[in-house]
């Protein structure tokens, strides 16, 4: 074996018995706690977001550490995909002026809420989820999923839920694309109940005025919609209600945040007792 790889017998030896250096050993922790951490993301944390879970755990290591490790133990987080809009904007209901205006960046909950609709195949039919997110934390604060793209069913039950978890006590924005079901008599009128309730929307054709929404649609479907084979819209509905619940507005890792929604919200909480 030695001739057929041109080094001598010596040098073989001398890598068979060396010990492993405090980097090896190191690596080798790290491969674990690594791999633990991708496996609990159900495969979708990259790099990023793994050192950021690593930080949590009080493991300090660079990011381009991680990524090297990753990369020689194949393990890869679950790409992107496109998938087209469920957007109705051809109606003749009054539309408003986009106030958010790309402004992203809200450091209280109930400031600014963001919704949207997109859709889910399954064998039975289309499945319509709608969600309203908070800014400040990102957490999907109201929901539906329904078999029909009526207001009552869509933006209606949505926002009905997201008051119930968030009553509106000071002045809010809610950002919405220019369908239908957001422009609507049915969702004008209950939205006019809430005086401190500000409506805004988004250009014609510019999804990037809401693309913290457009955000959540590509992670839900990367790293779990297009990962199944929903057979009915109910077995949908359950594992859809499993990624928001118990995995998005609880664990999963926000970049913007830099942690999970449960800890931002205890963090928020102790910082106005210290205030």
Aim: hydrophobic fraction near 35%; charge should be positive.
């Amino acid at each position: 074996m030695c001739q057929v790889l041109g080094i001598s017998r010596s040098a073989y030896y001398a890598w068979k018995n060396r010990q492993p250096t405090k980097r090896d050993i190191e690596n080798q922790r790290l491969v674990v706690q690594i791999r633990n951490i991708y496996l609990k993301s159900k495969k979708t944390y990259g790099s990023p977001r793994i050192t950021m879970e690593l930080a949590r755990q009080q493991i300090m290591v660079s990011r381009p550490r991680v990524a090297r490790i990753m990369k020689k133990q194949n393990l890869v987080s679950i790409r992107r995909r496109k998938f087209r809009s469920t957007t109705d904007s051809k109606h003749s209901y009054p539309v408003v002026d986009n106030k958010l205006n790309r402004d992203f960046s809200v450091k209280e909950t109930s400031q600014v809420w963001v919704s949207d609709i997109t859709y889910v195949r399954t064998r039975k039919g289309w499945l319509y989820l709608t969600v309203i997110l908070d800014l400040a934390d990102r957490k999907v604060v109201g929901w539906s999923m329904s078999s029909s793209l009526k207001a009552y069913d869509t933006s209606i039950a949505a926002w009905k839920m997201a008051v119930k978890r968030r009553p509106i006590t000071k002045e809010l924005i809610f950002h919405s694309d220019r369908g239908i079901q957001y422009a609507c008599n049915e969702f004008r009128k209950l939205l006019e109940k809430q005086p401190l309730v500000l409506r805004s929307m988004s250009r014609k054709g510019d999804c990037w005025d809401n693309a913290v929404a457009e955000s959540f649609f590509n992670n839900i479907k990367t790293e779990w919609i297009y990962h199944r084979s929903y057979k009915t819209r109910e077995e949908a509905k359950i594992s859809i209600f499993e990624y928001i619940e118990t995995w998005y507005n609880q664990n999963r890792i926000h970049t913007t945040i830099k942690m999970p929604i449960k800890e931002f919200k205890n963090q928020t909480q102790k910082q106005k007792l210290v205030a």
